[in-house]
Structure formats: structure tokens, C-alpha cells
């Protein structure tokens, strides 16, 4: 299925729209509308559509303007423009933006439904043939691509001065001189397990030069088992915000292109080219603080700032129940040398110690897990038997082994449980959408400056946290609340539209049998 995105600023076009898609619901569907281009952009940016349906003449900002903007940041989508203007500047420019269609007003639904399925054609013939020249690469631009890559390595390894790495990067024909630069590391896996991890990193290879290989802001290349990206901007915002935006663009492609996940992990920015190993040893934090959570996921410098995995309390004081609950990944070596160090030895009072020490490790993980009222873990649950406790503890090694694998069982377990984070923020955005749901113009924009996050540090935030994007969350919210006005009011359809932000009585109708199977009509009989 085909998801649609519509900009529209005359209703009844919107409306006719829905109505014709709804007879080829099976190939499209419709994820969401605006009335301009401003409105529409961020609402773009987080539901990613396949296709994006657009007129020219809009407030605030035009068709051809938002066209520019989505062709720079999401090469994939595909275009049409619906106009009233037959002028040659119009579809000159139209042309020069990539746009697949250009249609002129009054359409046809005939007319329209033909531009959607050859659209629909043309991006079925992109995902058969995008990875078809992995084995004919052109050669100069393979070595170029080396070199950039040797370049970049090295950069990061500290081999040469910063002077040095731009008259380097002037003989690449590489711009590097910037204000401000910041690292990403990322962590492609197939979703399949059916590529092997050479077919993989080519095709990814390939993914990441059809859409970066353009930009003049960022530099890719390979490192050791990963992939890395150089940004480089004039504003510390503007870095931030382009991380999180390429992040999410590569992670959507490698699951629409690859069936692949892609894991990000973003750096602090940094103001000289000498300082990039800093930028990157946070980067390569940031993606280490991945670990036991979902593949897929996006993390910055600024989250783990943020105290997303607190500093670990080894101190004596502590109980251990209390050291698992903030724990992370990269600590446990560092947890189970601190409690197990003292038993080394291989004798019995050793064997003893640590089956002592072991049992302790294993009623604080139970205590804690209580604690959040999260579920037990198989290997938790076995070690709760003496048996399995001592074949365990026979040597050293056999004891961290174990107690590794339990500890990182329990950190899973925690932190699907209690694993909210920025929760302060997400309840304050949370509440703010109670407060303005009703306001019409409210948007993720807006949504995230009252919580005082970039739009798509918040729009990442929230997806991941939420478990939906917040978009989604909010028409969910406004049906919710349109439920309750069906039920306990004899309100027309239309002021409940507005009373729960929507200006378009029939959108409302329509996004309320999308989310529902029903309309509102029948849900207020059956209510009664």
C-alpha cells in the first residue's frame, strides 16, 4: 500500500481526493493533509509518505518551495503537483525539482487515478532495480570513494594536523572548513537474517551514496564493522537538527529498500577538526547506550547529557539491587568485577564465596524487577534453583559468564518496564496536547518548542518512547476526545470537528472512520 500525503489549500479538492482513494483503498492511503505548506512540511518529515500530492498557490508556503525542501530532504518521495496554473515558469521549475507529474486543474479522477498508478510503477521499478549496479560500479568514483574513506579514517585516527586535513581534503575535492562539525555512527543489521553481512554493507554503501553523495554538509564512509557520517554546518542547532533528520531518512530507507534496521548514534558537536575523535568516541557512546534496546533506534550525546543512563554508584553504600536499576550495558563488566573480584581463587571457600555472591546477585535482580512489577526472565527464573547456582559457580570465568548473562537479561526486562525516558518532557508534551488539542494550528512544532526540543530531536524522542509518532498519538487523542462528545452531547457532527481542531467537518469524519471502521454517525446509534 501506497501512502499519500495531500497539501491542498481548497477543501472540497482534499475532500474529492479522499472520496476517490477510498474506492482504491487497497493500493493507497491517504496518512495525512494539510491546508499550506508550512503546516505540511513537518508533518511530512515524520510520516515519510511514498507519494506527495500538492498544489502550487499556497499561504505562507508555496507547492514549488515545499517541493524543494522535501526533494533535498527525502529523496524517495515521489511528486505531483495539482494546479490552476498553466504558466511555463510554473512547470520549468516543476521539472527542474524532479517532479513526476505535473497536473492541471480541473482533473479528472480518471486523469488523477492514471498519474497515481504510474507513480505507483515508478516506485516499484525503483525498489526492483535500486540495488541492480552493486556489481558495475563505476570504477573512478569506487576509487574516489576509497580515498574519501582512507581520508576520513585516518582524520579521526589523528594522523595528521588540522592544516594538514584540509590541504588533504582540498586534493580530494572535499570542502571540510566549517564552524561547527559533529560525528554519527551507525549500526546496519538485516532485518531477515537471508543477506549475508557483505551483501549488506555493499548495499548500504550504495543506499548511502544515492542520497548523500550530493549533499555538500556531509561526508560518509565505512569504519571497522559500521558506517559514520561527517556533518558540518555554521549553527550549533542546525548541525543538531540535520543528525537527527539524516538519521531518521537513512533508517526509514534501509527498511523500505533493505528490510534492514539501522541503529544511530550522534555525537557532540565540536568546533575544530582536531577535536572530531571527541565528537566520535560520544558517538560511538551514544550507540554503546543502544545496546539491550529495540535495533532501530536513534540516540545523541545530548540524550546520555540528558542522564539517560545515569553514572554508576559503586560505592559500598549502595545495595545492589539498587546498582542494577541504573546499571547499563557498558558497566556490567565493571559490576562484576566489583562483586565477584574478591572471589578468585580457585578452592572451596572460593566455590563457596561465590555461590554466596552469585545467590545475592540473583535476590537483588528478583527484588528489583519486583519492584517495577516487571516480568522475570527464564534464566532468573532457572537460577532460582541450587543446582543451577552451583554449576555455575565451579571457576571463575564459569561465574562472570553466568552472572553476565543474567544481569543483561535483567537490564532488558527493566528497561522494557521502566524505560520511559525524558519522561518529564514527554508528560509535559503530553499535557500540553490536552491543553491545545483543540487549537487547530497545533503541530509537532509547536508541541516540541513548549518542551523546549528541536522538532526532530522531539519528533525521534517521542516516536521511540510513545511507540508511535506524534502525529499519530494526537489524532488519536482527538478521536478519543470526539468519542466522548458523541456519547455525552447532542453536538453536530461539525462542531465537534471543530471542537476537537479539526476546520473540515468531512476530514474529520474521515479520519474518524479511518481510526475506527466506523462513522461518526453510527457510533453515536450505537452509543445510545
Known amino acids: 500500500m501506497y501512502q499519500l500525503f495531500i497539501v491542498d489549500d481548497e477543501e472540497v479538492v482534499r475532500k474529492g481526493i479522499r472520496e476517490l482513494l477510498q474506492s482504491a483503498e ?88 492514471g498519474s497515481l498508478e504510474k507513480t505507483a510503477r515508478k516506485i516499484e521499478e525503483e525498489r526492483a532495480s535500486y540495488f541492480t549496479g552493486l556489481d558495475t560500479e563505476n570504477a573512478s568514483a569506487h576509487k574516489r570513494g576509497v580515498m574519501v574513506s582512507h581520508f576520513l579514517n585516518e582524520l579521526l585516527d589523528e594522523v595528521f594536523s588540522a592544516s594538514d586535513a584540509l590541504a588533504r581534503a582540498e586534493k580530494l575535492g572535499l570542502s571540510l572548513a566549517a564552524r561547527q562539525y559533529l560525528i554519527c555512527c551507525l549500526d546496519i543489521r538485516s532485518d531477515t537474517g537471508d543477506v549475508s553481512e557483505s551483501l549488506l554493507r555493499r548495499q548500504f554503501c550504495l543506499l548511502l551514496g544515492r542520497m548523500l553523495d550530493e549533499r555538500e554538509d556531509i561526508l560518509w564512509c565505512g569504519r571497522g564493522d559500521g558506517f559514520l557520517l561527517l556533518l558540518k554546518a555554521g549553527e550549533n542547532d542546525a548541525l543538531l537538527e540535520t543528525a537527527y533528520e539524516t538519521a531518521q531518512a537513512l533508517k526509514h530507507e534501509a527498511e523500505r529498500m533493505m528490510n534492514a534496521s539501522l541503529s544511530a548514534g550522534i555525537g557532540s558537536i565540536v568546533p575544530r577538526l582536531s577535536e572530531l575523535p571527541r565528537s566520535y568516541q560520544d558517538a560511538r557512546r551514544s550507540l554503546g547506550g543502544l545496546v539491550g534496546q529495540p535495533h532501530g533506534s536513534i540516540l545523541s550525546a545530548l540524550d546520555l547529557e540528558h542522564g ?161 509518532t506524534f502525529v499519530e498519538y494526537l489524532t488519536r487523542f482527538r478521536v478519543e476526545q470526539s468519542k466522548r462528545l458523541l456519547r455525552e452531547t447532542d453536538l453536530r457532527l461539525a462542531d465537534i470537528a471543530y471542537a476537537i481542531g479539526y476546520n473540515e467537518p468531512h476530514y474529520f469524519s474521515y479520519i474518524f472512520k479511518k481510526y475506527t471502521g466506523i462513522s461518526p454517525s453510527v457510533y453515536r446509534k450505537q452509543a445510545q
Open 26 to 113: 487497497n493500493q493507497y492511503a491517504i496518512c495525512g493533509e494539510a491546508s499550506d505548506g508550512e503546516l505540511a512540511l513537518p508533518m511530512i518529515q515524520e510520516l515519510k509518505p511514498d507519494i506527495l500530492l500538492t498544489d502550487i498557490r499556497m499561504p505562507f508556503l508555496d507547492g514549488l518551495e515545499l517541493c524543494e525542501m522535501i526533494r533535498a530532504k527525502m529523496p524517495w518521495v515521489h511528486i505531483l503537483i495539482l494546479s490552476g496554473h498553466d504558466e511555463f515558469e510554473y512547470a520549468r521549475k516543476a521539472v527542474s525539482l524532479g517532479v513526476d507529474e505535473y497536473i492541471l486543474k480541473p482533473v479528472t479522477m480518471p486523469q488523477l487515478l
Open 308 to 468: 539517560l543512563f545515569p553514572q554508576f554508584d559503586f560505592t559500598e553504600a549502595v545495595p545492589l539491587a539498587e546498582r542494577l536499576r541504573h546499571v547499563s550495558q557498558e558497566d556490567i563488566d565493571f559490576l562484576l568485577e566489583h562483586h565477584f573480584g574478591s572471589a578468585r581463587e580457585e578452592n572451596g571457600s572460593s566455590l563457596l564465596y561465590r555461590y554466596y555472591l552469585l545467590a545475592d546477585l540473583v535476590v537483588s535482580s528478583m527484588r528489583l524487577l519486583q519492584s517495577i512489577d516487571a516480568e522475570q526472565p527464564a534464566i532468573l527464573r532457572d537460577a532460582g534453583n541450587s543446582d543451577t547456582l552451583m554449576k555455575a559457580v565451579v571457576t571463575y570465568p564459569d561465574t562472570l559468564a553466568f552472572a553476565r548473562s543474567l544481569v543483561e537479561a535483567v537490564i532488558l526486562q527493566r528497561d522494557r518496564k521502566q524505560g520511559v525516558r525524558y519522561g518529564e518532557e514527554l508528560q509535559r508534551a503530553k499535557d500540553y496536547i490536552r491543553r491545545h488539542f483543540a487549537d487547530n494550528d497545533l503541530s509537532l512544532n509547536t508541541v516540541a518548542a513548549e518542551v523546549g526540543f528541536s522538532p526532530n530531536h522531539f519528533s525521534t524522542v517521542f516516536s521511540q518512547q510513545m511507540g508511535q
